[in-house]
C-alpha cells in the first residue's frame, strides 16, 4: 500500500472514533495521518505498511492507537498527555506522541505485528436481548458457542446485570452492569439458564494472564472510561471462573462440537459479535452450511438459534457504524432482525421480534 492508503485509513479510522463518542481517539488518528514521517521505524513500518491498513483488514490505525494507549498505561511519557488527563493542544499531543514513538520503538514495533484484540463486554446487552426472546419462545436452558470469542467475557453474559428498557435480565449483584439507551418496545421478559458454554478463537486470550488484561484494556479507546471500568470488571468475574475456550479455525471447530444430532431439552445458541465479519469467505460459507444442516433436524424440542451482532460495512453519513442483530432459528430456519445498535452496546433500536 502506499502512505496515501495508510494516511486515508487513519483519517477514516478518525471519521469512525468521532461518531462512536472517542474524540481523543480520533484526534491521534488525524495527527498520525497529517505528521507521521519516515525519520523513524515506526513511521516507516506505519507507512509503508505491506498489507491492507483499513479497518475491516490489518487494521494498522487501531493497531497503532492500541500500542500508545498500553505505553500511557504503563507511564511511558506519553502518559501526561493520554486520558484520564485532560487533552492537551495538538502540538504538545503530537510532542508526546512523537516522544514514545522515538523511544519506545521496539515496543511498538512488537505490538504492530499482531491484530487488535478487544472483547467488548457492551455487545452482551445485544445477545441478552436476544436470548430473551429465545427464552421466552422455548422455555429451555441453552448451550452457547461463541466464534470469535477472544478472552470469552461475553460468554458470561448471564453473570452480569441488565437493564433493557424495564426488563430486569442476568444477575442484579454482578459488578458488571449494563443499561443501554434503549429505543423502542422492550424485550420480552423471560428466563435465561446458560446450561452449557465455549467458544473458539484463532488466538484465545487467557484470562488469567495479567498480559491479557494489558492487551484488553489496550484496546478500549482511553477517553472511554465507562467502558475500560466495565471491562475491568468483567476480567475479575472471568478470572474467577475462566469460560472453556479452544485455539482454532472457526468454521472447523462448529463443524466438530456442534452435532447434527439434537439434543432434547436444550436451546443450542451459535453467538458472535463483530467476529464473523473478519473470517474468509469460504469460512463464513462453511459457517452458514452446518447451521443449516445442523438446523435441518432440529426439532421444537432441540432448537438451534443463530443470533449474531455484526457491524454494517460501512459507517453512516455521520461516522456511525451500526451493528445490526439478527436472530435465526430453527426448525423453520427464519430469519429476524431484532434490532440495530452501537457497535460497542450503548444503544439498542428495539424492532421487537413480529410475534
Request: charged fraction near 20%; charge should be negative.
Amino acid at each position: 500500500m502506499t502512505q496515501d492508503a495508510v494516511r486515508a485509513a487513519f483519517r477514516q479510522q478518525a471519521v469512525v472514533c468521532r461518531g462512536l463518542d472517542s474524540p481523543f481517539t480520533a484526534l491521534v488518528c488525524d495527527l498520525v495521518a497529517a505528521r507521521l514521517d519516515r525519520t523513524t521505524a515506526v513511521g516507516r513500518c506505519v507507512l509503508d505498511w505491506p498489507g491492507d491498513p483499513r479497518a475491516n483488514a490489518d487494521a494498522v490505525p487501531l493497531r497503532l492507537c492500541g500500542a500508545l494507549h498500553a505505553l500511557a498505561r504503563a507511564g511511558a511519557a506519553n502518559a501526561g498527555a493520554w486520558p484520564p488527563e485532560p487533552t492537551p493542544d495538538d502540538d504538545t499531543l503530537w510532542a508526546a506522541i512523537h516522544a514514545v514513538v522515538t523511544a519506545d520503538a521496539p515496543f511498538i514495533l512488537d505490538w504492530l505485528t499482531g491484530p487488535p484484540q478487544t472483547n467488548e463486554v457492551g455487545r452482551s446487552t445485544a445477545q441478552m436481548a436476544g436470548l430473551l426472546v429465545l427464552a421466552n419462545r422455548f422455555g429451555l436452558p441453552f448451550d452457547l458457542y461463541e466464534l470469535g470469542s477472544s478472552a470469552g467475557l461475553n460468554l458470561n453474559l448471564d453473570r452480569y446485570g441488565f437493564d433493557l428498557a424495564g426488563v430486569i435480565a442476568g444477575d442484579p449483584a454482578s459488578a458488571v452492569q449494563l443499561a443501554p439507551r434503549w429505543s423502542g418496545a422492550p424485550p420480552p421478559t423471560a428466563e435465561v439458564r446458560v446450561r452449557g458454554r465455549s467458544g473458539v478463537d484463532l488466538h484465545p486470550l487467557d484470562v488469567r494472564d495479567p498480559e491479557t488484561a494489558r492487551r484488553l484494556t489496550a484496546f478500549v479507546w482511553a477517553d472511554q472510561r465507562a467502558r475500560l471500568a466495565r471491562l475491568e470488571a468483567a476480567l475479575e468475574i472471568a478470572t474467577a471462573d475462566p469460560p472453556p475456550l479452544e485455539a482454532g479455525d472457526g468454521a472447523d471447530w462448529l463443524e466438530r462440537v456442534l452435532s447434527i444430532s439434537p439434543e432434547p431439552g436444550v436451546c443450542r445458541v451459535v453467538m458472535h459479535t463483530i467476529a464473523l465479519q473478519y473470517f474468509p469467505p469460504q469460512g463464513q460459507a462453511r459457517v452458514r452450511a452446518h447451521l443449516e444442516a445442523v438446523g435441518a433436524q432440529a426439532t421444537k424440542a432441540a432448537p438451534l438459534a443463530w443470533l449474531a451482532y455484526e457491524a454494517a460495512a460501512a459507517p453512516d453519513a455521520e461516522g456511525r457504524r451500526w451493528a445490526a442483530l439478527s436472530l435465526t432459528v430453527w426448525p423453520g430456519g427464519e430469519t429476524r432482525r431484532l434490532a440495530r445498535g452501537h457497535p460497542h452496546g450503548f444503544a439498542l433500536e428495539w424492532f421487537g421480534t413480529g410475534d
